[in-house]
């Protein structure tokens, strides 16, 4: 069965301090997507990042970095230097595919981060 | 290239009541989902549309909920009666195919009294 847990629900840290935001996931599947998704105050949710199952190299993108490892099924999510911009509820998901054909996703409860000045 | 557009943006009703929420996705997007999102939790999945065809309709509550995508672009959801429990943000989001990433609008905040 698919699953997504996001362990920790809330974090808070001061400017300039790294990051990490956890994403345990579960799947039947060996061939499955997983994805990151920042919701600011504003409420609409952005697109961060795309990881199929065949591809565990890290990826940095500027202060974001991310870890995937299939072997503890986890696709972990740094922030590096952190600013009071990145607060917000970010999302971890998992596209597994159905048995009638395409994919279906599931989202994790978030985690909230908040950035202090 | 324009985003995924939603209205109305926020909506009270007394409990019973009917509802309606539109959605017109990006463009040459195929997939459409539509989720509810209860304060504090991860956005779930009420249905999903292939064009426009129903895909996924699993977790939503036929009795009082139903949607549709006509000529495979705009969608609607509709809510009727709407009960308290149903407050909560209705987000439409779209993809090239089923697992792409999905663009979201900016939903629709709900609030049933």
């Known amino acids: 069965a698919q699953k997504v847990t996001q362990a920790q629900t809330e974090i808070s840290v001061v400017e300039k301090e790294d990051v990490t935001l956890d994403c345990v996931y579960e799947t039947r599947d060996t061939t499955y997507y997983l994805f990151w998704y920042k919701q600011p105050p504003s409420g609409e949710l952005v697109f961060l990042i795309r990881?199929?199952?065949?591809?565990?190299q890290n990826e940095i993108s500027g202060r974001y970095s991310w870890n995937f490892q299939k072997s503890t099924s986890s696709f972990n999510f740094t922030i590096t230097a952190s600013q009071v911009v990145d607060s917000a509820v970010y999302f971890c998901?998992?596209?597994?595919?159905?048995?009638?054909?395409?994919?279906?996703?599931?989202f994790g409860a978030g985690t909230r981060l908040f950035v202090k000045a | 290239e324009a985003g995924v557009a939603q209205s109305p943006r926020y909506k009270i009703i007394e409990k019973r009541q009917s509802v309606a929420f539109w959605c017109n996705p990006i463009s040459g997007h195929a997939t459409l989902y539509w989720y509810q999102q209860i304060l504090g939790q991860g956005p779930k999945l009420l249905i999903q549309f292939q064009n426009n065809g129903v895909v996924d309709d699993s977790q939503l509550p036929k009795d009082r909920f139903s949607a549709e995508r006509l000529k495979g672009v705009d969608s609607t959801l509709k809510i009727q009666p709407a009960k308290l429990e149903d407050s909560a943000v209705y987000l439409c989001a779209s993809s090239p195919r089923t697992n792409n990433e999905q663009f979201f609008g900016p939903g629709t905040r709900l609030t049933v009294l």
């Open positions: 990881r199929n199952s065949f591809d565990e």
């Open positions: 998901a998992l596209s597994e595919a159905r048995d009638t054909g395409g994919f279906k996703t599931i």
